[in-house]
Nanobody
Framework: QVHLVESGGGLVQPGGSLRLSCAAS????????MNWYRRAPGKQRELVAA???????NYADSVKGRFTISRDNAKNTVYLQMNNLKPEDTAVYFC??????????????????WGQGTQVTVSS
């Protein structure tokens, strides 16, 4: 099975920084796009940052200039560096990745996988 595990969340004061990590493990043939989503209290899940397999990036307008997504393919890991955090950034952050695996009778298949999420709280 493929697993994605986030880490790095916690409580931070406004203006502070956090670095989230998401490591993929399992029978992985190839990882394509890797993304970060978040779900704030009482709100819908939203895309925060995305990185394609060719390392092009896309950010939500609310985090541009403050957040940076990166990846280490050798470690099957995606990172989200979050600077100048604001209370409105408080949310559960989820990583997502398109991962190709070998499925036996069906050959290779690509599916989207999700981590369990990590809580980020920005408060005084």
């Amino acid at each position: 099975q493929v697993h994605l595990v986030e880490s790095g969340g916690g409580l931070v004061q406004p203006g502070g920084s956090l670095r989230l990590s998401c490591a993929a493990s399992g029978s992985i043939f190839r990882i394509g796009a890797m993304n970060w989503y978040r779900r704030a209290p009482g709100k819908q899940r939203e895309l925060v940052a995305a990185m394609s397999s060719d390392v092009s990036t896309n950010y939500a307008d609310s985090v541009k200039g403050r957040f940076t997504i990166s990846r280490d393919n050798a470690k099957n890991t995606v990172y989200l560096q979050m600077n100048n955090l604001k209370p409105e950034d408080t949310a559960v952050y989820f990583c997502n990745a398109d991962i190709t695996v070998y499925s036996g009778m069906y050959g290779y298949t690509t599916n989207g996988y999700w981590g369990q999420g990590t809580q980020v709280t920005v408060s005084s």
